[in-house]
């Protein structure tokens, strides 16, 4: 169960992590999205002190045992229910990503509703709504995304922010989707690291009519850009391979899916068609009882301007009742 952090009371008002609450009558998740980002940023500005300490404290230990290393190492592991990504080292890219349509359920401001403004949207676990809201059912996934800067010889492109949304196991885009419409799932948004790597706890999205399986993503040049849709950078989609879909689509909670899936080829989807989704296409492994691990890396050039096309036709988004043609 999620917990809500209570606020500091001090002489000059309630505090969170130091910072006066800017709504004072309000919880500390309901603050607003630029409260969000200055909690972010301090606490990005933390891990990256103890970071340099852990570091040096590690250099150290090298050099005063490397007399003693022909013993070996050691290396403790966990197991979690839960896949969990792993953001390698350096990464390479055939080309650009590709720039494709944010579809008619963004939820980042250009087609109505907008998550982006909205409290609590910084964030790795995005199965479930803002503010304690349904939790979405599925096959866990972990969404790994590196996103590299061309521009400056695929460098990992430290500080961008990442936001990534997707249909849930029904076919429904929350924000959206009948019966939905009132919930935030499946959306949020990860700011990278020095690897360039942002990463996200979500489940594995069905396969509605039209459409090959995918995940909708955008690239920001930093946290603070997100709340306007014309800053993106980049505007793309990740193509999940079709041996991984069917063992996910067998099961009973993606009803539907797998009848979608036999219509529809990445050569004739009318997103990835244009390549067969060459640069979108997942690496992805697991499997349908302990979840799955998503990948890919992202070539980001600033130099070429954005050309996001309108919605094509086609694709119809599922969820309850039904929803209007989807991308």
């Known amino acids: 169960m999620n917990r809500i952090p209570e606020p500091d009371q001090t ?5 969170y992590e130091g910072r006066l609450l800017d709504r004072v ?4 998740v309901d603050q607003g999205v630029a409260f969000d980002i200055r909690t972010l940023v301090s606490r990005r500005a933390v891990l990256s002190l103890l970071g ?11 050099s005063t045992g490397a007399a003693s290393s022909s013993g070996g190492s050691t290396a403790s592991s966990t197991t979690t229910s839960t896949p969990s990504p792993s953001s390698g080292s350096t990464a390479t890219v055939a080309g650009e990503i590709p720039d494709e349509t944010a579809g008619p359920y963004p939820g980042d401001g250009s087609n109505g509703v907008d998550v ?6 910084v964030r790795s676990d995005i199965r479930s709504s803002l503010d304690n809201g349904t939790t979405a059912a599925g096959v866990p996934m972990a ?18 922010a990442v936001y990534v949304w997707h249909c849930d196991a029904e076919g429904g885009y929350s924000m959206y989707s009948e019966g939905i419409e009132n919930e935030t799932y499946l959306r949020g948004v990860q700011v990278a690291g020095s690897d360039g790597t942002v990463s996200f706890t979500s489940i594995f999205p069905a396969c509605y009519s039209g459409r090959w399986p995918h995940i909708h993503f955008e690239v920001y040049p930093n946290v603070e850009s997100i709340t306007d849709a014309t800053n993106a950078i980049a505007t793309s989609q990740v193509a999940l391979p079709q041996d991984v879909c069917d063992a996910v689509y067998a099961l009973s909670e993606y009803s539907g899916s797998s009848q979608n899936l036999s219509q529809v080829t990445l050569d004739s989807d009318n997103v990835f068609g244009d ?10 492994t697991g499997d349908t ?3 799955y691990v998503v990948s890919l890396t992202v070539g980001v050039d600033t130099s070429t301007t954005p050309s996001v096309s309108e919605a094509p036709s086609g694709g119809q988004g599922g969820g309850p009742g039904g929803t209007p043609p989807g991308q």
């Open 52 to 62: 340099i300490v852990a570091g040096t404290l590690a250099l150290a230990a090298c």
């Open 11 to 15: 002489p000059e008002g309630p505090a």
């Open 143 to 160: 969404l790994s995304l590196t996103i590299l800067d061309m521009q400056n010889g695929n460098a990992p492109f430290t500080d961008v």
């Open 289 to 291: 009882t302990s979840g």
């Open 116 to 121: 982006l403004e909205q409290s609590g949207i």
């Open 275 to 284: 390549d067969g989704g060459a640069l979108q296409l997942a690496t992805v």
């Open 25 to 28: 009558d309000e919880e500390v």
